[in-house]
């Protein structure tokens, strides 16, 4: 797949909306599972969500369920996470992640990441 490159992040405050986006390089987007993972400070990298090749189906953590929605355009390579409702406690970095498979195993592709920052 190549390169992913997110963008999107930043401060904002409690309560608001970010839109992150993950642009990847290649010619077989749609055959990539793509996902989004955060690592806060201190803490382990966590699942965030993720979606099917096709866009059909997705999957989100229980944290950010009814909040967050992924979303894919595969003519742009592109994929996206709407995060509505942002707490503190979702400040981290967001890295987006590409595989054919199992997102996370050691064939997963890695943007550089993005910092979100959501102030109380």
């Known amino acids: 797949q190549g390169q992913l490159v997110e963008s999107g992040g930043g401060l904002v405050q409690a309560g608001d909306s970010l839109r992150l986006s993950c642009t990847a390089s290649g010619r077989t987007f749609n055959s990539y599972v793509m996902g989004w993972f955060r690592r806060a400070p201190g803490k382990e990298r966590q699942f965030v969500a993720s979606i099917s090749g096709n866009g059909g189906s997705a999957r989100y953590a229980l944290s950010v369920m009814g909040r967050f929605t992924i979303s894919r355009d595969n003519a742009k390579n592109t994929a996206h996470l709407q995060m509505n409702s942002l707490k503190p406690e979702d400040t981290a970095v967001y890295y987006c992640?590409?595989?054919?498979?199992?997102?996370?195993?050691?064939?997963?592709?890695w943007g550089q990441g993005t910092q979100v920052t959501v102030s109380s």
């Open positions: 992640a590409a595989d054919r498979v199992a997102l996370g195993s050691p064939s997963t592709y």
